[in-house]
């Protein structure tokens, strides 16, 4: 019996004949405007992609474990490292809870010495006890006492007989980071290159032990978009090996010592492509210093769920949130990932949480089977031309930066401020207008909610926190929801919650729609919300208006009507309520010409808008 192969049943279809289809069907609309995608880089994405436009793109020809490593670095499989950090305060104590989390599925710790001062021998050999160093990433970070630290750690492995080769972590250490987050350092830049340069020849005898943990989330969580944190992330790497190679390091050691930090955003693709993206630009930065030697300076990549757009308000999203940007972290060939807790941007994580975010990995890897296949991505073309673009227009970033004298001397300059500033500007503006949605916190609120007794506002607001007397301007972290939360934390310190009327009149569509609109728009600052059918006059709607303890009320109509009934609406209530027009109808010149100026509608500053409502009605933060 002859078979038939089934794809051979239909004729073949031209990219021309696609688009010859596509503007039959958008009947004269502009393409571009309609179906080509921007995303918050600028970067355009089209809507269909077939083979042809991966053809150019040579280095995909390579098999996974090959130069330029842009399908990750593992042959066999797609298995990475689970990762939970343990603040060090009681050494016993955090023994006992890295064996704790050891046997629940982590497979990399991470210390962090809360004092460094308190790093000795002693205390490390408790800390260490019955943990099994060649079995498992340990990783130590501390403000300080680096060496001290490898020190203690290489006489612990020779102490217990063990193969240093395979003892694999890091001292997270990351001078750039530190000055760039807190505007200056300990000691002076010079010297502290000198430091890490005795530092990584020193960690030598330990192979598998890297020094340098460059910290590239820092550009997440200040409000970079991925073409900046990639773009400043090689450059930082690119001035670590400068300085290393210039006090005698070869680039071969120098690179082997070098961790990448990502911070993962909810970008979903886009951040799948930016973590290949990243090794196929460092592979080229790498090459440049140690043409050849490709095999032996593979770009390691740790990634950690982003704090910029978690909340306080319906805190539970923020499981939906880690977990799409662990899958993301996991198909773009992550080394090692950190899924920070839910509760991690407004309090420190309890065991519930930490047990949550452990499960996300586990799931993802023992029950979605994310660790079998090697480069789980390849062969889709839109992934390989974003891949491709974002890379595109990093290394031109790159590029720039170095021009301007590098990493250090951009910072120093203010280059990287300014452009980190204008990302973060954009961002709020679309987060303050809501075409970036946070759910439960800029859209959907649930009026009702409260916060938690337990959320500590120190962490939650640390955006708003001042430094001086610092050597460059720091960075600034933010959460994109942080307007909104301030808003409404205030709304829920008040001695009285203020309630807000609709009055919906006539069109009944359109009054419903708007009457929706305005719930979302004051429920996001927790305002009470009074609804009702509708009413049939200005008069009915008044009087059930004054029956209330309402001090807001708001018109819900159509563009058409507003002319009508808002005036009316004024002369009686003028000293009595706040009134609001939901939309911006063509009559707003009439309506204020007559004393109605507030309105609220899909282009407004919604946080703006709120600050003004909650300083006429005496709410402080």
């Given at each position: 019996m002859k078979e038939d192969k089934l794809f051979e049943q239909f004729p073949p279809v031209t990219t021309k004949d696609w688009m010859d289809k596509i503007h039959a069907d958008l009947k004269g609309a502009d393409f571009n405007k309609k179906l080509v995608w921007k995303t918050a880089e600028g970067l355009e994405v089209n809507p269909f992609y077939r083979s042809e436009d991966i053809e150019k793109l040579t280095y995909i020809n390579s098999l996974p474990g090959e130069f330029p490593y842009i399908r990750g670095t593992r042959i066999n499989n797609n298995n990475w490292l689970i990762r939970q950090n343990i603040v060090v305060q009681d050494y016993a104590a955090a023994n006992k809870k890295a064996l704790d989390i050891l046997m629940k599925g982590v497979d990399s710790l991470g210390f962090i010495i809360a004092d460094p001062e308190t790093v000795n021998e002693s205390n490390f050999n408790l800390?260490?006890?019955?943990?099994?160093?060649?079995?498992?990433?340990?990783?130590?970070?501390?403000?300080?006492?680096?060496?001290?630290?490898?020190?203690?750690?290489?006489?612990?492995?020779?102490?217990?007989?063990?193969?240093?080769?395979?003892?694999?972590?890091?001292?997270?250490?990351?001078?750039?980071?530190?000055?760039?987050?807190?505007?200056?350092?300990?000691?002076?830049?010079?010297?502290?290159?000198?430091?890490?340069?005795?530092?990584?020849?020193?960690?030598?005898?330990?192979?598998?032990?890297?020094?340098?943990?460059?910290?590239?989330?820092?550009?997440?969580?200040?409000?970079?978009?991925?073409?900046?944190?990639?773009?400043?992330?090689?450059?930082?790497?690119?001035?670590?090996?400068?300085?290393?190679?210039?006090?005698?390091?070869?680039?071969?050691?120098?690179?082997?010592?070098?961790?990448?930090?990502?911070?993962?955003?909810?970008?979903?693709?886009?951040?799948?492509?930016?973590?290949?993206?990243?090794?196929?630009?460092?592979?080229?930065?790498?090459?440049?210093?140690?043409?050849?030697?490709?095999?032996?300076?593979?770009?390691?990549?740790?990634?950690?769920?982003?704090?910029?757009?978690?909340?306080?308000?319906?805190?539970?999203?923020?499981?939906?949130?880690?977990?799409?940007?662990?899958?993301?972290?996991?198909?773009?060939?992550?080394?090692?990932?950190?899924?920070?807790?839910?509760?991690?941007?407004?309090?420190?994580?309890?065991?519930?949480s930490e047990r949550i975010a452990r499960n996300q990995q586990l799931i993802l890897?023992?029950?979605?089977?994310?660790?079998?296949?090697?480069?789980?991505?390849?062969?889709?073309?839109?992934?390989?031309?974003?891949?491709?673009?974002?890379?595109?227009?990093?290394?031109?970033?790159?590029?720039?930066?170095e021009e301007n004298g590098g990493f250090l001397a951009s910072l120093h300059s203010g280059f990287i401020q300014s452009s980190l500033a204008e990302s973060s500007a954009k961002k709020k503006a679309d987060v303050a207008s809501r075409k970036t949605i946070f759910v439960g916190t800029n859209q959907y609120p649930d009026p009702a909610e409260t916060l938690s007794d337990h959320v500590d506002f120190n962490i939650a607001f640390r955006g708003k926190q001042e430094v001086s007397g610092t050597d460059i301007d720091p960075i600034r972290f933010f959460r994109g929801s942080e307007e909104f939360e301030r808003l409404r934390a205030a709304v829920g310190r008040a001695s009285k919650r203020p309630s807000v009327f609709l009055m919906k009149i006539g069109n009944p569509l359109m009054r419903k729609a708007r009457a929706q609109f305005s719930s979302g728009f004051f429920g996001c600052a927790g305002y009470r919300i009074i609804d009702n059918p509708g009413f049939s006059s200005v008069e009915e709607g008044i009087k059930s208006f004054l029956e209330t303890d309402a001090v807001i009320i708001v018109l819900c109509s159509s563009d058409e009507e507003y002319i009508m009934y808002a005036p009316e609406v004024l002369t009686q209530l003028k000293d009595k309520a706040i009134i609001v027009v939901a939309g911006n109808p063509s009559s707003a010149g009439e309506l204020k010409a007559i004393g109605i100026d507030l309105f609220i509608h899909l282009k407004s500053d919604v946080p703006a808008m709120l600050a003004y409502f909650n300083e006429k009605l005496g709410i402080k933060e």
């Open positions: 800390l260490l006890r019955d943990i099994h160093l060649e079995s498992i990433e340990t990783n130590f970070h501390a403000n300080g006492k680096a060496k001290e630290i490898l020190a203690v750690l290489i006489g612990i492995v020779a102490e217990r007989g063990l193969d240093f080769s395979r003892v694999r972590g890091a001292i997270e250490t990351d001078p750039l980071s530190r000055l760039m987050v807190n505007g200056t350092l300990c000691i002076p830049e010079e010297e502290g290159f000198d430091y890490l340069s005795a530092l990584t020849v020193d960690s030598a005898v330990l192979p598998n032990l890297r020094t340098i943990h460059l910290n590239a989330s820092n550009f997440n969580n200040a409000g970079a978009d991925i073409v900046q944190e990639l773009a400043f992330g090689i450059s930082m790497g690119c001035e670590y090996l400068s300085r290393l190679t210039a006090r005698g390091i070869s680039a071969v050691e120098a690179a082997a010592k070098i961790r990448f930090s990502f911070g993962v955003g909810s970008g979903y693709f886009t951040e799948i492509a930016k973590l290949r993206a990243a090794r196929l630009l460092w592979s080229a930065v790498t090459n440049g210093f140690a043409p050849g030697n490709s095999d032996t300076i593979k770009m390691d990549i740790h990634s950690v769920t982003s704090e910029w757009n978690k909340t306080l308000y319906d805190p539970y999203v923020n499981m939906l949130r880690t977990q799409t940007e662990a899958m993301s972290a996991i198909l773009g060939g992550t080394d090692s990932l950190t899924v920070e807790p839910f509760d991690i941007a407004f309090r420190e994580p309890d065991e519930f890897k023992e029950e979605s089977y994310f660790d079998k296949v090697a480069d789980p991505s390849a062969g889709s073309y839109y992934i390989e031309n974003l891949t491709a673009l974002i890379a595109e227009h990093a290394w031109k970033l790159f590029v720039r930066t």
